[in-house]
């Protein structure tokens, strides 16, 4: 009698039969991969049914991005992503880092360019290349950002404004230069990367921070504005993510490779009344200079998720990515709601409950009282 068998899960995602105390119990075991990337890259992920992710149910069509800042961390990454799945791309560099050469031959279904999103111009001008192009715009993916990580007061003017001009005077001109082409066309979606610092303040990136709480506002707006419209919107906020999954080398070929490693983040050094090891201004730095590569969030996953969003019949408001960016949000709002708590009663004496004060008037004011049965008495009288 054969041994009793049970799944085991290995590495590869693989489902082997395995019988107890290692003993084969009659059937072949399958080679395992036990590379850790090759299991990442192997575990499925997937929206929750609610969004009406792309799958049997819902086939994906194939689809028109514009992802700005395609060069970044997270944008060349789902540029990959976009095109492994058939998907039509223009891929926009940056201007004053990337060269017209370096956007070219990226892939048959990708259309290089470069855009500074600063410039209304250049914007303008990537959404009629587009459209020459390839006829329609589906979507549009703002991944692009700049951040200086130091303490707000030791950012000069220039750093602050860049960051404002860039994060969010990009975002809006994106919006305003496209929307009335998504208008048009009765339809249209924008996943607009804002970050977990867009949630919650973090010592380190104050002006940053200020960009993407801007950013969010906007987009929470402007859902209104343009819901009737069939034009949605869905802000991604990653939390700590990696660069790349070492294990896609395929994907270093496509979207070439140099990324910095601190992305779009660059360290301002610290002053004296900020320089010591332990001061709050300099968490941000520690936390990016200790974790280096080894953020807990893969890049590819993320891209993939970013992807489905696209496609998905029911985009959410909000698409927060990874464990970090879960638990730092909801424990922001839970501060928030119990700070809210503590004022709630602050506006009424504390021996009474709203709404106490006026039943006493009520009692208080005989008068008033026989001026509404009064009332009652003429109503009665005409009826």
């Not at 059937?27 to 090759?38: H, I, L, V």
């Not at 609610?50 to 049997?56: E, K, R, V």
């Not at 985009?315 to 839970?334: H, T």
Request: hydrophobic letters at 35%; glycine letters at 8%; charged letters at 25%.
């Amino acid at each position: 009698m054969d041994a009793f068998k049970v799944e085991d899960l290995g590495y590869n995602g693989v489902a082997t039969d395995v019988a107890p105390n290692g003993s084969d119990g009659g059937a072949k075991q399958p080679e395992q991969n036990t590379s850790p990337g090759r299991a990442r890259n192997e575990l499925k992920v997937e929206l929750p049914s609610s969004c009406d992710p792309p799958g049997p149910n819902n086939p994906p069509k194939q689809l028109v991005w514009i992802i700005f800042g395609a060069t970044g961390h997270i944008g060349r990454s789902l540029t990959s992503c976009a095109l492994r799945h058939n998907d039509l791309v223009v891929a926009v560099g940056q201007t004053h880092v990337n060269t017209p050469a370096s956007m070219k031959n990226w892939h048959p279904n990708c259309l290089g360019t470069l855009c500074d999103v600063r410039s209304r111009t250049t914007v303008e001008a990537v959404i009629t290349k587009t459209i020459a192009h390839f006829g329609r715009i589906d979507l549009i993916a703002n991944c692009s950002g700049t951040a200086i990580i130091g303490a707000c007061e030791d950012q000069d003017e220039h750093e602050i404004r860049n960051q404002i001009e860039t994060n969010f005077m990009g975002t809006l001109n994106i919006l305003q230069l496209s929307l009335p082409y998504f208008r048009e066309q009765a339809h249209g979606r924008y996943l607009i990367f804002s970050s977990t610092s867009g949630a919650l303040g973090v010592p380190g990136l104050g002006p940053y921070c200020a960009s993407k709480y801007a950013v969010e506002g906007l987009i929470e707006a402007l859902l209104y504005e343009v819901d009737a419209f069939n034009i949605k919107a869905t802000l991604v906020e990653p939390g700590l993510v990696r660069r790349d999954d070492p294990d896609q080398p395929e994907r270093e070929k496509i979207v070439g490779t140099g990324l910095p490693l601190y992305g779009h983040f660059l360290i301002k050094p610290a002053s004296e009344p900020y320089s010591s090891p332990t001061s709050p201004a300099q968490h941000y730095k520690r936390m990016v200079q200790w974790l280096g590569d080894r953020q807990p969030t893969s890049v590819v996953k993320s891209a993939e998720l970013v992807w489905q969003l696209g496609h998905c019949s029911f985009p959410p408001l909000r698409l927060l990515l990874g464990s970090f960016a879960v638990e730092s949000i909801r424990d922001r709002l839970r501060c928030v709601i119990e700070e809210g708590e503590d004022w709630r009663e602050l506006n009424w004496p504390s021996d009474e409950s709203p709404g106490a004060g006026d039943d006493k008037d009520e009692k208080e004011d005989p008068e008033r009282d026989e001026e509404a049965d009064d009332d009652v008495k003429v109503e009665a009288a005409h009826s």
